[in-house]
């Protein structure tokens, strides 16, 4: 059976990539290169976009009373399984305004190698140039485990 | 050290890293720059509650931080794709090491690519997480 959820895509929001926040970020991460710290319109770190959501927008995890908060799902322990991140050409750089929206791309359990039932919901967040090319997808894998992992 | 890209091999194993063990400070640092405030990361007791012995650490913590292992080794901008996959948790106290080597040298879509893959390990060999990346050459 399709989980309703699939293809449930949040609103777009606006991200601005901000030099400041690069700087906080590429600290906390030990990333200590110029291409972050030293010069006038820094690149992103490859992870850095999975921020945007978190404070400004709309995501699986803070669906802030949209469409994605009515998703029939237990989010009380959610772990990250797997995160990545693509982009289609030059890497985002500061002063760069994004679009961007997130979409279900699927929901599933399985068995693990443990015995216990584990839920998978796969999520893509998209992000776009303010001429709508698409420079980058963010592809999220969280899983719901029955018990807490080693 | 950058590395060379006239010489580069696949194979090529790149040096690794040893962080000091790891704090709550930094764990807490991330979730700030991050935006992601799972209690499970800075409340031991709401982290008991779910069955761990205490806070733990944040998988794209870890991610990042073999991001920038990767960027003292080949050039930031030309970071194409980054994957992690988050296979173990790490606690305040973990001495994790950072390391990795170059998979693939590889041609496609006109260009030259750089395959990368990396690790992040427990001081026991515990795989914390793993992460792939592909980098432009040329």
């Given at each position: 059976?399709?989980?309703?959820?699939?293809?449930?895509?949040?609103?777009?929001?606006?991200f601005?990539?901000?030099?400041?926040?690069?700087?906080?970020?590429?600290?906390?991460?030990?990333?200590?290169?110029?291409?972050?710290?030293?010069?006038?319109?820094?690149?992103?770190?490859?992870?850095?976009l999975?921020i945007a959501g978190r404070l400004w927008g709309?995501?699986?995890?803070?669906?802030?009373?949209?469409?994605?908060?009515?998703?029939?799902?237990?989010?009380?322990?959610?772990?990250?399984?797997?995160?990545?991140?693509?982009?289609?050409?030059?890497?985002?750089?500061?002063?760069?305004?994004?679009?961007v929206?997130?979409?279900?791309?699927?929901?599933?359990?399985?068995?693990?190698?443990?015995?216990?039932?584990?839920?998978?919901?796969?999520?893509?967040t998209?992000?776009?140039?303010?001429?709508?090319?698409?420079?980058?997808?963010?592809?999220?894998?969280?899983?719901?485990?029955?018990?807490?992992?080693? | 050290?950058?590395?060379?890209?006239?010489?580069?091999?696949?194979?090529?194993?790149?040096?690794?890293?040893?962080?000091?063990?790891?704090?709550?400070?930094?764990?807490?640092?991330?979730?700030?720059?991050?935006?992601?405030?799972?209690?499970?990361?800075?409340?031991?007791?709401?982290?008991?509650?779910?069955?761990?012995?205490?806070?733990?650490?944040?998988?794209?913590?870890?991610?990042?931080?073999?991001?920038?292992?990767?960027?003292?080794?080949?050039?930031?901008?030309?970071?194409?794709?980054?994957?992690?996959?988050?296979?173990?948790?790490?606690?305040?106290?973990?001495?994790?090491?950072?390391?990795?080597?170059?998979?693939?040298?590889?041609?496609?879509?006109?260009?030259?690519?750089?395959?990368?893959?990396?690790?992040?390990?427990?001081?026991?060999?515990?795989?914390?997480?793993?992460?792939?990346?592909?980098?432009?050459?040329?």
């Amino acid at each position: 059976m399709t989980h309703p959820a699939i293809g449930v895509r949040g609103p777009k929001f606006e991200f601005v990539v901000e030099r400041g926040k690069i700087r906080e970020f590429a600290q906390a991460i030990g990333a200590e290169h110029d291409a972050y710290l030293s010069v006038r319109d820094p690149v992103v770190p490859p992870t850095f976009l999975t921020i945007a959501g978190r404070l400004w927008g709309y995501t699986f995890d803070e669906p802030r009373g949209t469409c994605l908060a009515e998703i029939d799902f237990d989010r009380s322990l959610l772990l990250n399984a797997e995160e990545e991140f693509e982009y289609f050409g030059d890497l985002p750089k500061a002063g760069m305004r994004l679009q961007v929206y997130t979409e279900i791309k699927d929901v599933y359990e399985k068995r693990g190698k443990r015995g216990g039932l584990l839920s998978f919901v796969i999520i893509e967040t998209v992000f776009e140039s303010e001429t709508g090319q698409v420079i980058a997808v963010q592809r999220q894998t969280v899983v719901k485990t029955e018990t807490a992992p080693g | 050290m950058p590395i060379d890209w006239s010489t580069i091999k696949e194979g090529t194993v790149l040096p690794s890293w040893t962080a000091p063990p790891l704090t709550r400070t930094e764990i807490v640092r991330y979730q700030g720059a991050s935006g992601d405030f799972d209690p499970a990361h800075h409340d031991d007791e709401h982290a008991r509650r779910f069955g761990y012995p205490g806070v733990f650490s944040l998988g794209m913590l870890h991610a990042g931080m073999l991001s920038a292992w990767l960027a003292r080794h080949a050039p930031p901008e030309q970071i194409r794709r980054f994957r992690a996959r988050f296979v173990a948790v790490a606690y305040p106290g973990d001495v994790l090491t950072y390391k990795g080597r170059i998979a693939a040298i590889r041609q496609a879509e006109g260009s030259k690519w750089a395959d990368f893959e990396m690790i992040c390990e427990r001081a026991d060999g515990t795989v914390v997480t793993q992460a792939w990346a592909s980098v432009l050459i040329s």
